[in-house]
Nanobody, 124 residues
Framework: VQLQAFGGGLVQAGESLTLSCATSTFSLDVYAIGWFRQVPGKEREKISCISSYDGSTYYADSVKGRFTISKDSSKNMVDLQMNSLRPEDTADYFC??????????????????WGRGTLVTVSS
């Protein structure tokens, strides 16, 4: 399974950005899809997830109300709409999935398949 996260870039604080997670080798309807971010020297943080079972979602407190996860099954893509970006949102962003992935477990280790990250930089 090869995932790819893309859409990162440099934005100013308060602006928006949409990240996408895609793959041509696997259906994103099979397992939950999670979005994570990581800053050098810190642990990878789970910020959002969407269930494959009922479409329920999870958001970390740090992004709740600003980020929205959605899935387009026809395109086999999962998007992360990020609004009101802050400098502290600067990080490498990753999408991941796997048979043990779900919206309730924040541990990145239960996610088996990862894509390459996409860098988001928010300037103040």
């Amino acid at each position: 399974v090869q995932l790819q996260a893309f859409g990162g870039g440099l934005v100013q604080a308060g602006e928006s950005l949409t990240l996408s997670c895609a793959t041509s080798t696997f259906s994103l309807d099979v397992y939950a899809i999670g979005w994570f971010r990581q800053v050098p020297g810190k642990e990878r943080e789970k910020i959002s997830c969407i269930s494959s079972y009922d479409g329920s979602t999870y958001y970390a407190d740090s992004v709740k109300g600003r980020f929205t996860i959605s899935k387009d099954s026809s395109k086999n893509m999962v998007d992360l709409q990020m609004n009101s970006l802050r400098p502290e949102d600067t990080a490498d962003y990753f999408c991941a999935t796997g048979p043990l992935a779900d919206t309730t477990n924040p541990n990145p280790r239960v996610y088996e398949y990862w894509g390459r990250g996409t860098l988001v930089t928010v300037s103040s």
